[in-house]
């Protein structure tokens, strides 16, 4: 008797590309993974026309539908308009109350339209500002991941994320989050998954977790 595959769309973070999840492999006889990539967005676009825009390239009904950090939000977002059988985010939040106090601040006093964007033509400048002083150190190493660098796309993704007015969690949603989270510290966050050592970057790094444990949460048996 055949296996009905199920369709696993992955989002990257923030100006990443699919390489991120390089690690993760999902058992074949179950699972069919897609990557899905950031699009340049149109002048002035709306979160939600965007997501609209991103849903279309999910081809298939009741797929899951996982994304990581910024990519967790559009997720959430695209889910709005399609009919999933799972939707998990990884290093990210579900509501505007999960963001952090800086972003917060930096949303009150518009201090995000500040960022020098341009200056991440500089891949170098992209990653330490995505990942964090601690980077600088893996520098080489993260720069296979950021590729998305137009700064149409950074100035429009940084004011989507710092300004996401979600006000209540989307129901049944599954929330993994690592206990070192820079970027959202994680007693920020209600209702989620806890790995242990896990950091903003959990998804590359701490693979063999979700190796282990992404089927069993897809397939409720976890």
Aim: glycine letters at 4%.
């Amino acid at each position: 008797m055949s296996q009905k595959l199920i369709h696993v769309y992955f989002m990257p973070g923030m100006a990443a590309n699919p390489s991120i999840f390089e690690y993760i492999k999902l058992p074949e006889d179950y699972f069919k993974v897609h990557y899905l990539e950031w699009i340049i967005p149109n002048a002035k676009e709306s979160i939600e026309d965007y997501a609209n825009r991103m849903a279309q390239k999910v081809k298939h009904e009741n797929s899951v539908l996982l994304g990581v950090s910024f990519g967790g939000i559009m997720v959430q977002e695209m889910s709005k308009f399609l009919n999933l059988k799972k939707l998990i985010i990884v290093s990210s939040i579900k509501n505007k109350h999960e963001l952090s106090k800086r972003m917060k601040i930096a949303k009150k006093t518009k201090a995000y339209k500040l960022i020098p964007t341009r200056l991440f033509g500089n891949v170098d400048a992209l990653v330490k500002y995505a990942f964090g002083e601690t980077a600088t150190k893996r520098v080489e190493l993260y720069k296979k991941y950021l590729s998305v660098n137009d700064k149409r796309y950074l100035d429009w993704a940084i004011e989507q994320m710092v300004c996401w007015n979600q006000e209540e969690t989307i129901p049944n949603i599954i929330h993994i989050h690592g206990e070192e989270d820079g970027i959202f510290p994680v007693y920020h966050i209600k209702d989620c998954i806890v790995v242990k050592e896990g950091t903003h970057i959990m998804i590359n790094n701490k693979y063999r977790w979700f190796n282990e444990n992404l089927p069993k949460l897809i397939l409720n048996s976890y």
